[in-house]
């Protein structure tokens, strides 16, 4: 009889291997009294543990494979600086001076207290942050229980690992070692860790509560990262199934891979152009794997994440001119800073208590408002523009008088670099993003004064159907098939198209297979998606006729009722099964 354990599908993909049990052993905390000699040594037993615990994150870091996002070393770094901070470095100093108390013990009683501040909080960003607290506090305690010199063994290549839960850095270490697969017991699909082994690409379930008790070491499980399912003792005719899906996902993998060097043209012929989005310029390395394409979006605020000052001019013009040079000739869409709404940083002031953060003080309406912060990047765009192809993109455009201010700012800058004697391309390509309803009703008056459009459709949704994208309890009613939401799409395709000028589309719709065909038939022919998607994306396109298609995905958005507009979108999909598995 097999057995089934059912969980959250977190990261597609089938794996088949044996059991390897990880971490399973929690340390044991107790409280010991030391005498008034033995504090300092503690301290600096303690000090040593927070030290290795961040060689060990700045070690783990260097093994991170050079095509994965960026995601993957800002989750590192983000530990690292919890370990810096005095909330785990400092206090637990003064629990272990005042309680004469042992360093387990201090470490714990300040972990117990942090976790307790991060739940009683409602925003679910900042409940993540509370799984990081306590990988970061597990990290260091197993280094003072001496787990360092007999750290858990790593498990072997395929091996699917069972863990209670796993911290990012975990993650990434399990990779190192080409595990199969991966099943935690907690875990949701927003955690980072789940965020990670997708984008690392290693099939996992979560949330499979049994998952320690029921599962032995070396016993043979298959895992479906996409249904959330592990089954066990799994009979002959069920294994060979599975078997089957993993030989047809090999061969989709191998057939994605083909794709890198074939051009983006569809079946009767029509030209697209595929770009990247990336999040920091270390994406570069995963958008020079994915062949040679340019930058759709480079979302410049994670430039402001994570530190306390803002990045001045200078600094933001090596780093945007490394970029242009590393695209060696590809053009790099610089968008101005998306700071406010679920980005926040140390290192800008966005005012306490927003009542309704992503409708707040948000991207251009805070540039406009800090010309401090806004100024200086525009003149580090300009000036990175003279070592190669750049466009500039504002982000979050909802009214015309907005649009002419940014236009007035980058007037005076070219003028002030001039009258400096510095270097920019003056007929560098300003453009903007379509992301506000109220813009995409008046695209063609933006797109009267800009070089190109292109079309954010995370925000375009979220402000559409009025569903804050962060909220998961709305999450489900996020529709990129709403009639409102292909209507606006196509207002501003139309917009573009009477003003003469390219429109791209940047969000997540452009990167998920399942609409290519549909945009391709509303007339899109310029997609910037993750460069892990490229591969997928282009393999639509060059498997798509748009003579055909274009009827039907007009037809589409006729439609009110959601079922029938599912059903008409599997129709123009027909043909595509193998890859939309
Ligand atoms: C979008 O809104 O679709 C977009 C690409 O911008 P971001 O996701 O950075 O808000
Ligand atoms: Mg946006």
Known sequence: MSLLLNGIGISRGVAIGRVHRYDYTAPDIRRHTLAVEAIEPEIKRFCAALETAAAELRALKTRIPEDSSSEVGAFIDTHLLMLEDHLLSRVPVEHIRAQHCNAEWALKLQHDELIATFDAMADPYLRTRRDDVSHVVDRILRLLQHDAERPPAAPPRTSIVVAEDLSPSDVVALQHARIGGLVTEYGGPLSHTAILARSLG???????????????????????????????????????????????????????????????????????????????????????????????????????????????????????????????????????????????????????QTPNPAMGLRAIRLSLREPALFVPQLRAILRASSHGPVRLMLPMLTDLSELHRALELIAEQREALSSEGRHYDPSMPIGAMIEVPAAALIAEDFARRLDFLSIGTNDLIQYTLAIDRTDDAVNDLYDPLHPAVLKLVRLTLDGADKAGIPVAMCGEMAGDPAYTRLLLGLGLREFSVPPNRHAEIKYVITRSDVRIISARAAQLCTLPNRQERLQALAELNRGLDELLL
């Open 202 to 352: 290693i099939p996992a379930v979560m949330g499979t509560h049994a998952a320690g008790r029921l599962l032995h070491d070396t016993e043979r499980v298959i895992i479906d990262g996409e249904a959330g399912l592990v089954l066990a003792d799994a009979d002959e005719a069920l294994t060979r199934r599975f078997r089957q899906k993993l030989r047809a996902q090999r061969a989709r993998n191998e057939r994605l891979r083909s794709m890198r060097t074939l051009p983006t043209v569809t079946a009767d012929g029509a030209d697209v152009t595929l770009q990247a989005n990336i999040e920091l310029d270390t994406d570069l390395n995963a958008v020079r794997q994915a062949g040679e394409i340019g930058v759709g979006l480079y979302r410049t605020e994670f430039l402001f994440i994570g530190r306390r000052d803002p990045p001045d001019e200078e600094e933001q013009y090596k780093i945007y001119r490394r970029a242009v040079r590393g695209l060696k000739g590809q053009v790099l869409t610089i968008r101005t800073l998306d700071l406010g709404g679920d980005k926040l940083s140390d290192a800008v002031d966005i005012g306490e």
